[in-house]
């Protein structure tokens, strides 16, 4: 599974996972020292491809003698600044690198420009145009002149940028760089890949926030799970009209972000990873290792002079709170035996399909509790981990026996309060919406869910 947007009714509750990377894109082989083609940072939103895509060999980062870092400061709008890309390698003799700059609520979106000097040109969109971009997606990379520089295992390209006038939130870069070999050609070089998210340093310009709510993300019950996915309704999170998810760069070292923009969440005091944030929701996950009485506090510019903080809102942890997410407040968020269709009626999600008896589907789940082994919350869960405490399914009024529950635990590759039930489904199911409940030590999941059976 790679992406599940579950909601429930009139809410926009949102989650998210890994984002595939796609490795290769297609490229001509040309002569290119003079600078590499756009696009081959790596950056997903961009198809994903990096240098490797003509320098063949190892895949990127493959070589861990190597690295390449982005240095970058928060931003000012408006003011410029000096981003440093270096590239390292005890044996290279030669160097290049890709940079790019998104807005991270939408990373096809070019956050502010960069300036060309002697050590990097400035290029713009898929063909490569030359610069100024007037808004198009901008691409820096190395000059001829810089690659032959700085031959002593590492080499630092100073890139100018001037971020956007405006605030516009976190800024994502991506980057790839080629510690080479002075080859004169595109074989025996090494290729590395980084990105990382920048705040707005001057803060969010937002009034006090107020906490409304705090509640399960899937069922909308009060309070909160152990690693339990959780929303909080309130006001002032954001600015208004700016709200965004986790992003691949966020995700890609395997955990969620603990700052999010210019929000952070504490629980007892301690951050809490953030997965969506927008100006009257956050969606959050609680801590792995408290339980019981526990305070929630939405605190905006956190660090910054105009840091501002929501009261503290009471709530709780508790050990289990079972809840099935869904995609409308009533159709079971499930796919199916394909691993990928969606288990709904079209009108519900186009393009998806009810199921069969007898099929065996993936739902959707979060307040499970704990898994073995135990993940802490922000983390991905990188295989499979099921349950220690079990869970019984019943669909249509049936109970499922217990060998047809045939996964029940954190949902592998996704963040580790999302829980993945595979269940096949029983053959005596009649046709039409059929209710689905999961029931873990006496607690049951939400009423009103369904999911819809064909013959
Ligand atoms: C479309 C194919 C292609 C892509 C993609 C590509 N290169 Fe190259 N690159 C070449 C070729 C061919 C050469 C050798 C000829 C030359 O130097 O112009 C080369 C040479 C180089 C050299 C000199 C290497 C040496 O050992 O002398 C550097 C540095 C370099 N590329 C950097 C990059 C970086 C950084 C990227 C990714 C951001 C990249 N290239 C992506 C084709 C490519």
Redesign the pocket.
């Known amino acids: 599974m790679s992406t599940l947007s579950a909601s429930r009714a009139g809410r926009t509750g949102r989650l998210i996972s890994l984002a595939a990377l796609a490795l290769m894109g297609a490229?001509?082989?040309?002569?290119?020292?003079?600078g590499?083609?756009t696009e081959?940072?790596g950056a997903g939103v961009d198809g994903g491809?990096?240098?490797t895509?003509?320098?063949r060999g190892a895949l990127a980062n493959a070589d861990q003698r190597g690295r390449i870092a982005i240095d970058a400061a928060s931003y000012r709008p408006g003011v410029r600044q000096t981003v440093r890309v270096t590239v390292e390698h005890p044996d290279a003799?030669?160097?290049?690198?890709?940079l790019i700059a998104r807005y991270a609520s939408g990373e096809t979106r070019q956050a502010g420009s960069f300036t060309p000097n002697a050590q990097t040109r400035v290029v713009c969109g898929a063909a490569g145009t030359a610069a100024p971009c007037n808004g198009e997606r901008e691409f820096a990379?190395?000059t001829a002149a810089a690659?032959v520089l700085g031959a002593n295992g590492r080499m630092a390209f100073e890139v100018e940028w001037t971020p956007p006038a405006e605030d516009v939130g976190d800024v994502t870069f991506y980057a790839?760089?080629?510690a080479?070999?002075?080859?004169?050609?595109?074989t025996?070089?090494m290729?590395y890949t980084t990105s990382t998210v920048i705040r707005n340093g001057a803060g969010c310009a937002l009034e006090t926030p107020t906490i409304r709510e705090v509640s399960n993300s899937a069922s909308g019950a009060p309070n909160m799970a152990f690693n339990g996915l959780t929303s909080i309704y309130g006001a002032n999170f954001s600015p208004t009209g700016r709200a965004r998810s986790a992003t691949e760069a966020e995700v890609r070292l395997l955990a969620f972000p603990k700052q999010m923009d210019c929000v952070t969440v504490l629980v007892n005091g301690r951050p809490a990873p953030i997965t969506y944030a927008g100006s009257g929701q956050i969606n959050f996950q609680a801590p792995f290792d408290q339980l019981n009485a526990a305070t929630v506090q939405v605190v905006v510019n956190r660090g910054l002079a105009n840091e501002r903080s929501s009261a503290a809102f009471s709530s709780t942890i508790s050990q289990l709170q079972p809840a099935l997410f869904t995609f409308n407040g009533r159709s079971v968020a499930a796919i199916g035996p394909d691993g990928t269709t969606r288990v709904a009626q079209p009108s519900v999600v186009p393009g998806a399909r009810p199921a069969k008896p007898g099929d065996v589907v993936s739902i959707f789940a979060t307040g499970l509790g704990v898994t073995n082994p135990a993940w802490d919350s922000g983390d991905i869960a990188r295989n499979a981990s099921p349950l220690q405490v079990p869970i019984s399914v019943e669909v249509g009024g049936m109970t499922v026996p217990t060998a047809d529950i045939l996964y029940q635990g954190a949902a592998a590759q996704a963040i580790s309060g999302l829980y993945q039930v595979n269940v096949r489904l029983p053959m005596g199911l009649g046709a039409g919406d059929q209710t689905l409940v999961i029931r873990q030590s006496g607690l049951a999941s939400q009423a009103g869910v369904t999911i819809p059976i064909v013959p």
């Open positions: 490229g001509s082989l040309l002569g290119r020292s003079a590499p083609p081959r940072t491809a990096n240098c895509v003509c320098h003799l030669r160097w290049g690198f890709q990379s190395h690659t790839a760089g080629i080479a070999n002075n080859g004169g050609g595109n025996g070089d290729v």
